[in-house]
C-alpha cells in the first residue's frame, strides 16, 4: 500500500466512522420512539387505537429500513468543481446543523455520480468508488472527469487512488443464493432507466446479463423515492417469474431502503386465496392463454342467467300461484341492461321476480295492494322455500371458483359455453373438479371475478347497505360532536372529519391490504420475465392499475413460454396504444465472452433474430464438454462433473440446469455423490451450494458456475426449446459444463 492508498483510506475512514455514529443514533431514535408508542396506554376510542397502530408501524418500517442499509452505508464520492464534496450512499444523512453528510443515491444530487463522464463532467472534478465492510473502508478507486480542474485546484494535493474497479470486482466476486444489489456500481444506460418518469409503460429490453432485474428492483425504490407522494398509499406490484425468484431478490428492496410498499408476488399469486406453482401441460396452457377464453368465460356466466320453459306452482303458506316464464325473461333483461356484475345484477332480478309474485299474490288473496299490504305480502315471499329454490336455479350468486370448476368438470356445462371453441379444444379443457390450481387458471379466474362481482353468497339483497349507511351517520354524529367540543368546523366538515376516522382505522401494511384485495390499484406494477406472460395474465395485470403505470423488464429471445411474447408492441397495443416507451440494454455484465458465444452461435443457429448482447468481459474459462454413454442425468459421470466444478468454485454457487423430464433423476444422481446438505432442487429457496433446476426455475437468476445436462434434451423439449437453451446457457458468470451422450445442438461443441 502507497502512502497516497494510505492517507486516503485514512480520511474516508474518518468520514465513514462519522456517518455510522449518525446511523446509530437515527437508529437509537427510531427504537425509543417505538417503544414509547408501544408502552403508550389509548383512550380507548377506536380512533385513538387506530392513531397508536399507525405510529408503531411508522417507527417499526423506520427501524427495519435503519437496519437493512448497514452494510455499505457510503459507496461514492463526488469532489465538485466549486470545491465542494458530496458523498453517496443507502440513505441520507444529515446532522444536527443539517449540514448534509450522505446523499441519498435516488436524490437528483447523486445523478451525477452514475451520468457524469469525461466528455460531459457536469461539474464534477473527480468520482471515486469506496468499498466497504463492517463499517471500514478497505479500498478505493479514483476517477477523474476533469482533468484541468483537478490539476488547477490542486484536490488533495493531486494525489489519486487507482485500485481495482468497483464494477469488475463485483462481476468476479462469488454468487450466492440471493441477489445483491447494485446500488454502488449502476452504469450510465441502467441508471437512465431507473429514473425514467413514472407516467405510463416503461419496457427495459435486455439480453442475459445486462442488469434487467437490477435496473427493476432499483427503479422500484427509485419511484418510492421521487413519487412518494403519488403511489406509496397504493403501493408498487412487483411481480416475478416464480418463488425462487422472489426468495432470490428479497433482500435487495430492503437494503435500498424499501419493502413495505411493496407486494411480490408470483403469476400463480394473483388472484387472491390462490397459491400455486402448478403448470398445466403445454397445449392445455396455451389455449386458456388464448383471448377466446374471454368468450368463454363470458357465455359460461351468462349461462348462470337462465329461463323458464313452463310455469312453476308456487305455494306461499297454502296460497298457490306460479313462477311466470315471461316474468322471469322480463328480470332477466332488466337486470342485464343494468350493467352490474352478475352476482350484483342479481338483485334487480330478484326484485323484479318479486314484484311480480307479491301482485299475483294480492290478487289470489283479494288483497289490496296498498303500501303496508306489501311490505307483509313480501315478507311472506321471502320467507318461502319455494320461492328461494326456484330463484336460486334461475340466477345463483357464484364465485369465480365455482364457475370454473364447473367449467372444467361438468360437460353438459362446459359443452354449450364453450361453443366458440373446437371440439378437440373443448376436451383440453377437461379436468376432475377436485384438481389443483394451475398458473394458467389465474387469469381465468380473475376474468371470472370480473363478470361475476363479490360472491354475496345469500339469496336476497340483505340489509348491509342499510348498515353501512347507518355506521356511516353514527361516524359523522360522531365527528360532529367532536368538533362542537374541541372546534374546526372552520376549516372541516363533519363529513371530512369522519373520513379522516375511517381511513385511521385501516391497520397492516399497504402490502398486506393489496395482497386480499383482488380489486386494489396499484400504484404502480413491476414485472420481470414480462416476456413470458400470456394476453389474459396481460388483461388481469391492467386491471391492478388504473394509471397504467408500469415498468416491464424482459428479453423475447428468452420467451419460453407458447403464449408468451414475441413483440412488445404486440402485447402493449391493446391496452395503450402506442403510448410505451422502450429502453434497450445491450451489455452482458454476468456472462463472459467466451461462454456468450456458444449462446449466440446456438440461437443464431437456430435463425432467431436475436440481438446477443456485448460481454463486459472476456472470461477465463472456456466451456467444457463431457460426453457419456447412456442416460446422462443418471450416470455417475454428471455427479462427478459437478463435484469437480464446485470444488472449482470454492465458496462460489453451482446450478445444475435440466430438461423437466430429466430434473428428478439429475436430483437423485448428484446428491447421492454430494450429500442432500450440499444439493437443493427446493424451488422455494437456493440454500445449497448446488442447485439441480429446469430452465423455468433459472430464470432471472445467477451462479458462479452451470453444469448444462443434456442441451438436445431441452431444446426437443417445447417448440421454444432454443430459447430455453438460450436461457440456460447464459446463466453463469465464470464456468459452464455441458453432460451429454446424445449430439448436441447446431453452434454447440
Not at 360472491?455 to 368538533?483: G, H, I, P, T
Not at 424451488?683 to 423455468?696: C, F, I, K, N, Y
Request: with cysteine.
Amino acid at each position: 500500500m502507497t502512502d497516497v492508498t494510505a492517507q486516503q483510506l485514512a480520511v474516508e475512514q474518518e468520514h465513514l466512522s462519522l456517518l455510522y455514529s449518525h446511523l446509530d443514533a437515527l437508529r437509537e431514535q427510531a427504537a425509543t420512539s417505538l417503544d414509547v408508542a408501544t408502552r403508550n396506554p389509548t383512550t380507548g376510542t377506536p380512533a385513538a387505537r387506530s392513531e397508536r397502530e399507525a405510529f408503531i408501524r411508522l417507527y417499526a418500517g423506520r427501524v427495519s429500513q435503519l437496519q437493512a442499509v448497514e452494510q455499505r452505508l457510503c459507496f461514492g464520492r463526488l469532489d465538485m468543481v466549486d470545491g465542494l464534496r458530496r458523498y453517496i450512499g443507502r440513505i441520507g444523512i444529515a446532522d444536527d446543523e443539517r449540514n448534509e453528510l450522505l446523499v441519498d443515491w435516488r436524490a437528483p444530487a447523486a445523478e451525477p455520480f452514475y451520468q457524469a463522464t469525461a466528455a460531459h463532467p457536469r461539474g464534477i472534478v473527480r468520482r471515486r468508488q469506496l468499498s466497504t465492510g463492517s463499517r471500514r473502508v478497505t479500498g478505493l478507486q479514483d476517477e477523474i472527469l476533469d482533468l484541468a480542474a483537478f490539476e488547477a485546484n490542486g484536490v488533495d494535493g493531486g494525489q489519486i487512488v487507482i485500485g481495482e474497479g468497483a464494477l469488475f470486482a463485483s462481476l468476479d466476486a462469488s454468487r450466492s443464493g440471493r441477489m445483491r444489489d447494485i446500488v454502488a456500481t449502476i452504469q450510465a444506460d441502467q441508471d437512465r432507466a431507473i429514473r425514467a418518469p413514472l407516467a405510463g409503460v416503461f419496457v427495459v429490453q435486455g439480453g442475459p446479463g445486462t442488469g434487467k432485474t437490477a435496473v427493476a428492483l432499483h427503479r422500484t425504490a427509485f419511484l418510492l423515492y421521487a413519487n412518494r407522494d403519488r403511489i406509496s398509499r397504493s403501493g408498487v406490484l412487483l411481480v416475478g417469474p416464480n418463488r425462487v425468484f422472489l426468495r432470490y431478490i428479497e433482500q435487495v428492496l430492503p437494503a435500498l431502503g424499501e419493502s413495505e410498499a411493496v407486494l411480490m408476488a408470483t403469476p400463480g399469486e394473483l388472484f387472491p386465496g390462490v397459491r400455486t406453482d402448478v403448470s398445466d401441460a403445454p397445449e392445455v396452457a396455451a389455449l386458456k392463454a388464448d383471448l377466446r377464453m374471454v368468450r368463454v368465460i363470458s357465455e359460461a356466466v351468462r349461462r348462470r342467467q337462465r329461463l323458464l320453459e313452463r310455469a312453476r306452482p308456487l305455494d306461499i303458506d297454502g296460497t298457490g300461484i306460479n313462477l311466470e316464464p315471461e316474468d322471469v325473461r322480463h328480470a332477466r333483461e332488466k337486470a342485464r341492461r343494468s350493467s352490474q356484475r352478475h352476482n350484483q345484477a342479481r338483485t334487480v332480478f330478484v326484485k323484479e321476480v318479486l314484484r311480480a309474485l307479491v301482485r299475483q299474490l294480492a290478487d289470489a288473496r283479494g288483497v289490496e295492494l296498498d303500501a303496508d299490504a306489501r311490505a307483509t305480502l313480501m315478507a311472506e315471499l321471502y320467507e318461502s322455500r319455494d320461492v328461494r329454490r326456484e330463484i336460486n336455479l334461475l340466477w345463483l350468486p357464484i364465485s369465480a371458483e365455482r364457475l370454473l370448476r364447473d367449467l372444467y368438470a361438468d360437460a353438459d356445462y362446459r359443452i354449450p359455453a364453450t361453443r366458440s371453441l373446437r371440439g378437440a379444444e373443448r376436451d383440453l379443457l377437461r379436468r376432475d373438479r377436485s384438481a389443483p390450481w394451475t398458473v394458467s387458471d389465474v387469469p381465468l379466474l380473475d376474468e371470472a371475478a370480473e363478470l361475476l362481482g363479490p360472491d354475496e353468497s345469500k339469496l336476497y339483497a340483505d340489509n348491509s347497505e342499510a348498515v353501512a349507511a347507518a355506521e356511516r351517520k353514527a361516524e359523522v354524529e360522531y365527528a360532529d360532536a367532536v368538533q362542537d367540543t374541541f372546534g374546526g368546523k372552520d376549516f372541516i366538515t363533519a363529513e371530512e372529519l369522519a373520513e379522516r376516522y375511517q381511513e385511521t382505522v385501516t391497520l397492516g401494511s399497504v402490502a398486506d391490504r393489496a395482497a386480499g384485495d383482488r380489486e386494489w390499484s396499484f400504484g404502480h406494477i413491476v414485472v420481470d420475465e414480462a416476456q413470458e406472460l400470456s394476453a389474459m395474465m396481460w388483461r388481469l395485470l391492467m386491471r391492478r392499475t388504473s394509471s397504467r403505470s408500469m415498468t416491464l423488464v424482459g428479453d423475447t429471445a428468452q420467451t419460453g413460454a407458447l403464449a408468451g411474447a414475441d413483440s412488445w408492441g404486440d402485447v402493449l397495443r391493446p391496452h395503450v396504444g402506442d403510448r410505451w416507451q422502450l429502453a434497450k440494454l445491450t451489455v452482458n455484465y454476468r456472462t463472459p465472452g467466451l461462454i456468450m458465444d456458444v449462446a449466440g452461435a446456438v440461437v443464431h443457429a437456430a435463425g432467431l433474430p436475436v440481438d446477443v448482447p456485448t460481454s463486459a468481459r472476456p472470461g477465463e474459462q472456456a466451456p467444457e464438454y463431457t460426453k457419456i454413454t447412456g442416460d446422462s442425468a443418471r450416470s455417475p459421470v454428471l455427479a462427478e462433473v459437478v463435484a469437480d466444478v464446485w470444488k472449482q468454485v470454492g465458496d462460489g454457487t453451482v446450478a445444475v440446469i435440466t430438461s423437466r423430464a430429466a430434473h428428478s433423476s439429475a436430483t437423485a444422481t448428484v446428491t447421492a455423490l454430494l450429500g442432500p446438505e450440499a444439493v437443493t432442487a427446493d424451488t422455494s429457496a437456493l440454500g445449497s451450494p448446488v442447485s439441480v433446476l429446469t430452465v423455468a426455475d433459472a430464470k432471472g437468476l445467477e451462479f458462479d458456475a452451470v453444469v448444462l445436462v443434456e442441451p438436445s434434451a431441452i431444446v426437443a423439449e417445447s417448440p421454444r426449446g432454443v430459447n430455453d437453451l438460450y436461457v440456460a446457457l447464459t446463466r453463469p458468470t465464470k464456468r459452464l459444463s455441458v453432460v451429454h451422450s446424445s449430439g448436441l445442438p447446431a453452434g454447440m461443441g
